[in-house]
């Protein structure tokens, strides 16, 4: 299954428990504060359309697909390395 980064921008300091807790039922990782990965059998338009429900309409979302293997990252949130190892 490919592998998905998902990055919203979200406005007015809201506090988003609904689209985390879907992030997370997903089995996605954390990897920044704003910035998560995912394993998908979906185009990253479909995972746009699904995950947007879960934002209001003046925030911000992009979701790409990345290449296994071919990640730089640094500095990313406590479980990120293994969770990409064991995913990729």
Known sequence: ???FLISYDLNKVKDYPK???KLREHDCQRALES???GEF???AQELLDYFKEFIDGDDG???AEISKGKLARKMTKH???DWLASHG
């Open 1 to 3: 299954m490919p592998i």
């Open 19 to 21: 689209l985390i807790t």
């Open 35 to 37: 910035l998560w990965f």
């Open 41 to 43: 059998n979906n185009t």
């Open 61 to 63: 979302m992009l979701v």
């Open 79 to 81: 479980g990120t390395s």
